[in-house]
């Protein structure tokens, strides 16, 4: 099973993943639906994004990210 569904904490946080959990806009960490919401008010979020479209646009399915900076 990929670790994604396996793991337990948020990477980010380190809270358990019980409530949720999902893939960050900004790199491959597992992260809880507390730390996304944080993550979307981030001023680099829709540059994230436009970034992964882009990448998957091209056939880049394991895009890594454009980097987290909180």
Do not use: H, W
Not at 7 to 28: P, V
Not at 32 to 46: M, S
Request: hydrophobic share 25%; with cysteine; net charge positive.
């Amino acid at each position: 099973m990929d670790k994604f569904f396996s793991q337990k904490y948020c990477d980010r946080c380190g809270k358990e993943l019980t409530g949720g959990r999902t893939m960050s806009m900004f790199n491959e960490d597992c992260i809880c639906l507390e730390c996304k919401a944080k993550e979307q008010e981030n001023p680099a979020y829709q540059a994230a994004q436009k970034a992964e479209m882009e990448a998957v646009k091209r056939g880049e399915r394991n895009f890594k990210g454009i980097g987290y900076k909180p």
